[in-house]
Structures are given as structure tokens and as C-alpha cells.
């Protein structure tokens, strides 16, 4: 345990070095953001009668993405952990006394985690100043608050134990490119990134809440606003808790596998 | 005469480019396909996307479902065009890490042709194929009437578009000679253009509307045509507007020759 948290604090420390790309990216998160939000008010504007969750909820929704936006992101992989099984790297790493897995693992959290450390506040303290429609409204309740730290680390969780299915992957396809690419869009949107579940066809919703996108991004974003009943909530939770076991029992599995028949790519 | 074989000659050595590109590209075919699958589905989800929305309201500031789709449809084809000819430039900040822009200048060849046939990415034919089907649907299920005019506007709004999101690679570029690596807010605008643009863009409201004519001219692209395409507007002169992004283009073009001017090697 403690050669992986050693790992993960050096790769904490190494992603809060770049300072320059944080604002880079706030700068464009923001844009993203408002952009997004000037889609929603136009749709408000048009039927609010259909509108699925109230304008506040909806911009909360818009702004906490943004500023979590490296928690759950799709293409923030680790281009190295690519580079290294690509190239043929990997044997160093197998020769090392770590479980891959779990050293990847760490690896992939840090550097979301630096990320989002750098990024989330500026973007929260702005969205919060937004007139009233616009920007970020406070939690009901302080327990609402709390409810949101637990899913939203929860969510967290899932999305590094998804991602780690991809780096897996990549020993038995060698080119991650596509893989890459269709697994982002995909989880993207099943996630609600590009729409609000809410906003889904009941239907389709009622399917989507099930699968493990809804756990790494719609449930912390939701429940923020208190738009979710108690129920709704505990079953939400039970889902996340019940998705981390599965992908990290079986992705460990997996990766265990992966390694005993990989072929080493160059010399 | 000697202009027309200097064109030639300047087609054939795009054509020889873009043979070698694609002859590289198919080297790895399994990675060739993936991609276009991985690009299919991009559009896909924002398809879906749209769909869902309307399945839901119906309208947005008067545009109908089909509206939109066409709106969005055209817009894709802009970006895939742009970016399948103009993605040299979109790579260009590696380039000048790697100091390969000074191979380019030492060459007896136009800087702009050398760059453009740096890349050349047949992927985004399929992106481009799902936006043509798009495009077709919404044709079908709207109830625009199309005379000769509303074709050539679309045809005009192709050729604007494609100028101005290459225009937009152009500045993306063009700014790497003075900051050396790429600028990842440069992002709001190219691919941002493409996310945003599948609606028209007086949905954002007005100032959005006013930026998107006045300082980076997507309005000229899609909004203006599109009044004139959906018979919102008889005034055929919105037909024309496209035909603005090639100013545009110019404009990026000069900046581009500014930062050639400026460049300084990063020696390595």
C-alpha cells in the first residue's frame, strides 16, 4: 500500500506543475460552460412547461461538470501508460514488484486528481458570482452537500476503474486510437456530458440510470441540487458502490491475465 | 499560360501529398477503420443528441427538428471538409517543436502547400458520408422548396465554411510561431465552432449573434444562408454571405505570413 501511495503522491505533485495548462483549460471550460448554457435557456425559452428540471438545477448541473470535468473526462488518459505497452515499455514495468494494476490505478487518480485540484475552484468561485439564473445555487442542506462529496468521489472511483478496462484493452488491440475514441463519445454521452440525463426520453433514462456511465458522472451532478428523492438516492448510491466492484474485481482479472500472455512489441 | 502551369504543377505535388498520406494511412487498416467508427460516433451522440432535445420541444427560437438538422448537417460537412484538407495546421504546433518547420522553409515550395500536405486525413470521409446522409434526411422532411438558388447556397455555404474553419486552422498555427506550443483555448473556436454551430446562432442570443458576425464569422456561414435556405427571408443576398469567409480567410492568411516572418528556430 505504501509504494502506491508514494507513487500517488509524486504524480499528485508532478500534475500540479502545470499551471499555465490549467488556465488554458479553465478558459475553455468556461466557454464550454456558458455556451451550454445559453443552449438550455433557448430551449427554457421556447416550452418550459417540458423543461425536466428547474433552470437553477440546470446551470448547478452545467457548472459542478465543468468544474469536475477532469474526474470523469474521457480523453484524459494516460498517453504514457499507452506509449509504454505500444512500445514494448511495459517489461520494465512488469519487472518491477508492483501489481500493475494497482500502480496504474494510482497513477490514473493522481493526475485527475491534480487536475481538478488546480481547476475546480476558480470555476466554482465564478459560476457562484453569475446572476442569479446562471450560475451555481447553493446545496439545499448541508447534507445534501455531503451527499454530494460521497457520489462525487464515488463517481470518481468508477471512472478510473472504466478507464482502467481501456489501458487493459490495449494489450490484446496494440493501436488504442479508435478504441479510444469510441469509448469517449460513448461514455460521454451515456454519462449525461453532452445532454442531462433528465433531458433523455423516460424510457431510455430509466435504462441508462442502470448502466455504470450514470455512475461516473449524472448521480454526484444530480443530487447537488437536491432534484433526487431520498430512494432514488440510496439506490444511486448501491448502483456506484455495486459498478466499482465489478469493473475493479474483473478489470484486475483481466489485467492479470493480460500480462501473463503479452507480447512484447520491439526490442 | 505560365500561371496555368504553375497551378498544375501545384495540384500535382498536392496530389503526390496526399497519395503518400493515404498510402501510409492504409499501412495500418484495422487502425484506418477504428477510427472512422470512432468518428461516426462522435456525430452519432451529438445526432442522438438533437434528437432527444426535440423529441422533447419540438422547436427552439422557431427552428423546427429538420431546420436544425440541416443547420447542423452543413456545419459538419464544413468542419469535416476543413479538416480533412486543413489538418496540417491543426498539427502544425509539433512541427515547430520539433524545428521540421526549418526543412520546410529551405524547400523551394510554397510554406502553405508543404504544411497543408503535411497531413491529409481520409478518416474524416466517414464523418463527412454521415453528415451528407444527415443532410439528406433533413432535406426530405423539411418543407423547403429547392430552386436553384437554395442549392447554390448550399454550395456557397460549403465553400465558406471549409474556408473559415481552415481560416481558423490558419490562426491556430499561425500563433504557434509565437508561443511554440499549441494553444488549447484555440479549441472554443475550431471545434467549438462545429459543437455550438449545429444550431444557428441567433439561439444564443443576441450578442452571441453579433460576435459570431463581427468578429469570427460563423453567422456568414450558417445563420444569414440559412434564412434564405428555409424561406424565412426572401432576400437571395443571404445566398452570398459565405462567400464573406473567404475574407476571412485572407485575413488568417496575413496573420500567417506575419508569423513566418517572426519565426525563430527551436534548434533541436
Not at chain 2, 483555448?185 to 450578442?207: A, C, I, L, W
Not at chain 2, 476571412?248 to 500567417?256: E, H, K, N, P, V
Amino acid at each position: 500500500m505504501k509504494r502506491y501511495l508514494s507513487f500517488f503522491r509524486l504524480r499528485f505533485s508532478m500534475g500540479l506543475q502545470y499551471r499555465t495548462a490549467a488556465i488554458a483549460g479553465m478558459t475553455t471550460q468556461f466557454a464550454w460552460g456558458f455556451m451550454e448554457i445559453l443552449v438550455f435557456r433557448a430551449f427554457y425559452a421556447a416550452d418550459p412547461a417540458v423543461f425536466p428540471m428547474s433552470f437553477e438545477a440546470t446551470a448547478s448541473y452545467i457548472w459542478l461538470q465543468q468544474a469536475f470535468l477532469a474526474i470523469f473526462a474521457a480523453w484524459l488518459l494516460e498517453p504514457e501508460i499507452f506509449d509504454c505497452i505500444v512500445s514494448g515499455n511495459v517489461a520494465y514495468e512488469l519487472c518491477r514488484p508492483v501489481r500493475i494494476y494497482d500502480m496504474w490505478f494510482a497513477r490514473s487518480m493522481a493526475s485527475r486528481l491534480s487536475k481538478v485540484a488546480l481547476r475546480c475552484f476558480p470555476i466554482i468561485a465564478v459560476a457562484l458570482l453569475l446572476p442569479r439564473p446562471y450560475g451555481i445555487c447553493l446545496p439545499p442542506s448541508l447534507r445534501h452537500f455531503a451527499l454530494f462529496l460521497i457520489t462525487l468521489a464515488l463517481s470518481f472511483l468508477v471512472s478510473v476503474a472504466f478507464y482502467m478496462w481501456i489501458y487493459v484493452l490495449t494489450f490484446y488491440t496494440i493501436s488504442p486510437m479508435g478504441l479510444r475514441m469510441m469509448v469517449a463519445s460513448v461514455v460521454e454521452f451515456f454519462s449525461g456530458g453532452g445532454i442531462p440525463l433528465p433531458f433523455f426520453p423516460d424510457p431510455v433514462r430509466r435504462v441508462l440510470e442502470l448502466l455504470p456511465f450514470a455512475s461516473m458522472q449524472n448521480v454526484p451532478l444530480r443530487v447537488y441540487s437536491g432534484s433526487v428523492t431520498d430512494a432514488q438516492m440510496r439506490s444511486a448510491i448501491a448502483l456506484q458502490v455495486f459498478w466499482l466492484a465489478v469493473l475493479v474485481i474483473l478489470g484486475r482479472a483481466m489485467c492479470r491475465k493480460a500480462e501473463r500472455r503479452v507480447t512484447l512489441q520491439g526490442g | 499560360m505560365r500561371r496555368i502551369d504553375q497551378i498544375k504543377d501545384v495540384l500535382r505535388l498536392y496530389g503526390r501529398y496526399m497519395s503518400l498520406n493515404i498510402r501510409s494511412a492504409m499501412q495500418h487498416k484495422a487502425s484506418f477503420f477504428l477510427q472512422i467508427a470512432g468518428q461516426l460516433m462522435t456525430s452519432i451522440t451529438t445526432f442522438l443528441g438533437l434528437f432527444f432535445m426535440f423529441q422533447r420541444f419540438h422547436r427552439v427560437k422557431g427552428y423546427t427538428y429538420s431546420d436544425v438538422l440541416l443547420c447542423f448537417s452543413i456545419v459538419l460537412m464544413q468542419f469535416s471538409l476543413a479538416e480533412m484538407f486543413a489538418r496540417g495546421f491543426d498539427a502544425f504546433s509539433g512541427m515547430v517543436r520539433r524545428g521540421e518547420f526549418d526543412r520546410v522553409l529551405v524547400r523551394p515550395r510554397s510554406d502553405v502547400l508543404q504544411v497543408l500536405g503535411s497531413r491529409f486525413e481520409l478518416t474524416r470521409i466517414g464523418r463527412l458520408i454521415q453528415a451528407a446522409i444527415i443532410f439528406i434526411y433533413g432535406m426530405t422532411a423539411t418543407a423547403v422548396e429547392w430552386t436553384a438558388g437554395r442549392v447554390l447556397t448550399v454550395l456557397a455555404m460549403l465553400l465558406g465554411g471549409t474556408a473559415l474553419f481552415s481560416g481558423l486552422f490558419l490562426v491556430y498555427a499561425a500563433l504557434c510561431f509565437f508561443t511554440i506550443d499549441g494553444l488549447e483555448f484555440m479549441n472554443v473556436f475550431t471545434d467549438g465552432g462545429r459543437e455550438y454551430g449545429k444550431y444557428p446562432v441567433d439561439v444564443y442570443g443576441r450578442r452571441m449573434q453579433q460576435f459570431a458576425t463581427f468578429v469570427i464569422p460563423y453567422a456568414l456561414v450558417q445563420y444569414y444562408p440559412l434564412q434564405y435556405l428555409l424561406g424565412r427571408s426572401g432576400c437571395w443576398l443571404y445566398g452570398l454571405y459565405p462567400l464573406g469567409a473567404l475574407l476571412f480567410l485572407t485575413a488568417c492568411y496575413g496573420l500567417w505570413r506575419v508569423g513566418v516572418a517572426h519565426y525563430t528556430s527551436t534548434g533541436s
